[in-house]
């Protein structure tokens, strides 16, 4: 009878314990994910119903200079310039959902951008990490981190070798 009473206080502790806290599967989870795969259509627009009207982005920069959704919408489409096939992938394990002790609400991915260089076909596999805030089924808040070196550098080389084709053809 001892034992019943232990394990009764025990579930019972658990069931009256704090709210979830991480998990792998929620509604933001799959707003991402429908995020990512907006993106990778190349409807970049359709990314806006996934943002408060007022969110702020910072994609490599520190948290006094954020971006609006436009201004994020307008270098990405700069940035995919060139750029034959793009997508954000990532499994199941490497995406999370947590609550912190604030009550604030954040999916966290850690994936993979890959690309391919249109002009040479060299691919690009570059890992990410981003964090996004959401309150009210919106996105408020979105950190994003990367090194897009290898990227800019490939275009620089694709720049220099076509300057100097363009200085060695024959004058007219």
């Known amino acids: ?12 502790a658990v069931a009256c314990g704090p709210d979830q806290r991480y998990t792998q599967r929620s ?3 799959d707003s991402v994910k429908a995020l990512f795969v907006a993106y990778k259509s190349g409807d970049l627009e359709s ?9 702020e982005i910072y994609y490599n920069v520190p948290e006094s200079d954020p971006s609006t959704f436009d201004q994020i919408l307008e270098r990405q489409k700069n940035d995919l310039i060139g750029i034959s096939e793009y997508s954000v992938d ?35 596999v570059i890992p990410v990490h981003e964090t996004f805030q959401f309150v009210d089924g919106k996105i408020v808040k979105e950190f994003g981190y990367w090194d897009n070196s290898p990227v800019m550098m ?3 080389e694709l720049e220099a ?9 024959p004058a007219k």
């Open 90 to 124: 990532f499994t199941d394990d490497e995406i999370e959902m947590v609550t912190t002790d604030n009550g604030e609400t954040w999916v966290n991915v850690w994936g993979e951008w890959k690309a391919t260089l249109a002009a040479t076909g060299k691919e690009f």
């Open 27 to 29: 509604t933001e989870i």
């Open 154 to 156: 490939a275009f620089m």
């Open 161 to 169: 070798v076509q300057m100097a084709a363009s200085d060695t053809l």
């Open 47 to 55: 990314q806006r119903s996934f943002y408060a009207e007022n969110a």
């Open 1 to 12: 009878m001892k034992n019943l009473s232990v394990i009764l206080l025990f579930a019972l």
